[in-house]
C-alpha cells in the first residue's frame, strides 16, 4: 500500500466525499460543510485526483457513488463520526440542533412495531437527526474471515449505532438491555373454515405453514418444540419478513405463526384472527445491544433512551 506524509493529505476531503453521499447534490453538500458550490467543485476535483476515480455520477436525480465510492463510504463515514465523537467527547448532546442520523439494526418486525412510536418521539425532540433502519436477520454470518454474527460486525464497524432484535449471549464488548417480552400467536384468515372450530394442535399441524425466517435452513423455537414432541408441520412457503407472512395468510388458508405486537397492527386491515397456541411456548424477549464503548456516549445514551420509552409505552 502506498504511504504519504500525513502533512501532505487535507482529510477535509473526507468530509466534502461524506456530504455528497449524505445529501446527494453540490449545492446541499457544501451548504451542510459550509462550502460555496465552487470550492466544492474544487474539492472534489482534488479529492479524485488523489483516489483516480471519479466517485460520483451525475444524475437527474443528483449524485450516484461509483462502485469505489460505494466500497469506501463505509471507511470515510467511520472517520468523520469518529472524529466527531472525539471532538465532542465532553459536550453534551442537544438533539433540538444536531443533525444526525442514527442508524437502527433491526428485522421488519421492529420496523413496523418500534418505528412509528419512535419516528414520532424523535421528531418531536430532535426535528433534525434522521432515523436510518438497516435490515438485520437475527441469523446468519457476515461474509468475513471471522464470521462474526451479522450484529456484532455491524456494531463493531459503525454501520449501526443500537439494534434492537430478540438477543442470544454477546460478549463483553456488547450491553444488552431488555426491553420487553410478549407472547406470540396464530394467525389465520378470518375467511379460514378452520376458523369455525377451535384451534387445537391436529389441526394446527393439519394445516399448511407459512414459516418466517432470515435463514431458511434454521430450526426455530417452533420445529425445536415439535421436534421433542415428535411431531412436524407442513411448511409450505418460508420468507423472511413477518409482513410477507400477513399478506400471504390473509388470502390462502394457511396459518403462520409471529409475535402478537406485529399481528395485531395487521389485524383489521387483513381480516385476521390471532389464536392461542395450542402447545406451551415461552414468550419472546426483545432486547437492545450496543458496544460497551458507547455506553457514555451522550448522543447513543439518548437514542437508547427514546428506544426504551417507546417500548415503555402500550404497543398494542
Given at each position: 500500500?502506498?504511504?504519504?506524509?500525513?502533512?501532505?493529505?487535507?482529510?477535509?476531503?473526507?468530509?466534502?466525499?461524506?456530504?455528497?453521499?449524505?445529501?446527494?447534490?453540490?449545492?446541499?453538500?457544501?451548504?451542510?460543510?459550509?462550502?460555496s458550490?465552487?470550492?466544492?467543485?474544487?474539492?472534489?476535483?482534488r479529492?479524485?485526483?488523489?483516489?483516480?476515480?471519479?466517485?460520483?455520477?451525475?444524475?437527474?436525480?443528483?449524485?450516484?457513488m461509483?462502485?469505489?465510492?460505494?466500497?469506501?463510504?463505509p471507511?470515510?463515514?467511520?472517520?468523520?463520526?469518529?472524529?466527531?465523537?472525539?471532538?465532542?467527547?465532553?459536550?453534551?448532546?442537544?438533539?433540538?440542533?444536531?443533525?444526525?442520523?442514527f442508524?437502527?439494526?433491526?428485522?421488519?418486525?421492529?420496523?413496523?412495531?418500534?418505528?412509528?412510536?419512535?419516528?414520532?418521539?424523535?421528531?418531536s425532540?430532535?426535528?433534525?437527526?434522521?432515523?436510518?433502519?438497516?435490515?438485520?436477520?437475527?441469523t446468519?454470518a457476515?461474509?468475513?474471515?471471522?464470521?462474526?454474527?451479522?450484529?456484532?460486525?455491524?456494531?463493531?464497524?459503525?454501520?449501526?449505532?443500537?439494534?434492537?432484535?430478540?438477543?442470544?449471549?454477546?460478549?463483553?464488548?456488547?450491553r444488552?438491555?431488555?426491553?420487553?417480552?410478549?407472547?406470540r400467536?396464530?394467525?389465520?384468515?378470518?375467511?379460514?373454515?378452520?376458523?369455525?372450530?377451535?384451534?387445537?394442535?391436529?389441526?394446527?399441524?393439519?394445516?399448511?405453514?407459512?414459516?418466517?425466517?432470515?435463514?431458511?435452513?434454521?430450526?426455530?423455537?417452533?420445529?425445536?418444540?415439535?421436534?421433542?414432541?415428535g411431531?412436524?408441520?407442513?411448511?409450505?412457503?418460508?420468507v423472511?419478513?413477518?409482513?410477507a407472512?400477513?399478506?400471504?395468510?390473509?388470502?390462502?388458508?394457511l396459518?403462520?405463526?409471529?409475535?402478537?405486537?406485529?399481528?395485531k397492527?395487521?389485524?383489521?386491515?387483513?381480516?385476521?384472527?390471532?389464536?392461542?397456541?395450542?402447545?406451551?411456548?415461552?414468550?419472546?424477549?426483545?432486547?437492545?445491544?450496543?458496544?460497551?464503548?458507547?455506553?457514555?456516549?451522550?448522543?447513543?445514551?439518548?437514542?437508547?433512551?427514546?428506544?426504551?420509552?417507546?417500548?415503555?409505552?402500550?404497543?398494542?
Amino acid at each position: 500500500m502506498q504511504r504519504f506524509p500525513l502533512g501532505s493529505i487535507d482529510l477535509n476531503l473526507l468530509k466534502v466525499i461524506y456530504a455528497l453521499v449524505v445529501k446527494g447534490n453540490m449545492t446541499a453538500a457544501g451548504a451542510y460543510i459550509g462550502l460555496s458550490q465552487p470550492a466544492m467543485s474544487h474539492a472534489l476535483k482534488r479529492v479524485r485526483a488523489i483516489t483516480g476515480d471519479e466517485l460520483f455520477k451525475k444524475t437527474s436525480g443528483g449524485f450516484v457513488m461509483t462502485r469505489f465510492c460505494t466500497e469506501i463510504f463505509p471507511a470515510v463515514r467511520r472517520i468523520i463520526e469518529d472524529t466527531e465523537s472525539v471532538m465532542l467527547s465532553r459536550l453534551h448532546f442537544e438533539p433540538t440542533t444536531s443533525h444526525r442520523a442514527f442508524r437502527i439494526g433491526m428485522n421488519d418486525y421492529f420496523s413496523v412495531v418500534l418505528m412509528p412510536l419512535l419516528v414520532e418521539r424523535v421528531r418531536s425532540k430532535a426535528e433534525h437527526c434522521v432515523l436510518e433502519v438497516i435490515h438485520m436477520p437475527r441469523t446468519g454470518a457476515a461474509n468475513n474471515r471471522n464470521y462474526l454474527p451479522v450484529v456484532q460486525e455491524h456494531l463493531d464497524d459503525g454501520t449501526i449505532d443500537v439494534a434492537v432484535m430478540t438477543a442470544d449471549s454477546f460478549p463483553a464488548r456488547y450491553r444488552c438491555s431488555s426491553l420487553f417480552t410478549e407472547r406470540r400467536v396464530c394467525i389465520m384468515s378470518a375467511h379460514n373454515p378452520v376458523a369455525k372450530e377451535p384451534l387445537s394442535l391436529e389441526s394446527l399441524l393439519s394445516m399448511g405453514h407459512v414459516k418466517v425466517t432470515s435463514a431458511p435452513s434454521r430450526r426455530g423455537w417452533i420445529d425445536e418444540r415439535l421436534d421433542s414432541m415428535g411431531l412436524e408441520r407442513r411448511v409450505v412457503a418460508v420468507v423472511p419478513h413477518f409482513s410477507a407472512a400477513v399478506a400471504i395468510v390473509a388470502r390462502s388458508d394457511l396459518v403462520a405463526i409471529m409475535p402478537e405486537s406485529v399481528a395485531k397492527l395487521f389485524e383489521r386491515s387483513h381480516e385476521l384472527l390471532l389464536l392461542e397456541s395450542p402447545f406451551a411456548e415461552e414468550k419472546q424477549s426483545t432486547s437492545m445491544i450496543w458496544l460497551a464503548e458507547k455506553e457514555r456516549d451522550p448522543a447513543s445514551y439518548w437514542l437508547r433512551e427514546q428506544i426504551s420509552a417507546c417500548f415503555a409505552e402500550d404497543l398494542s
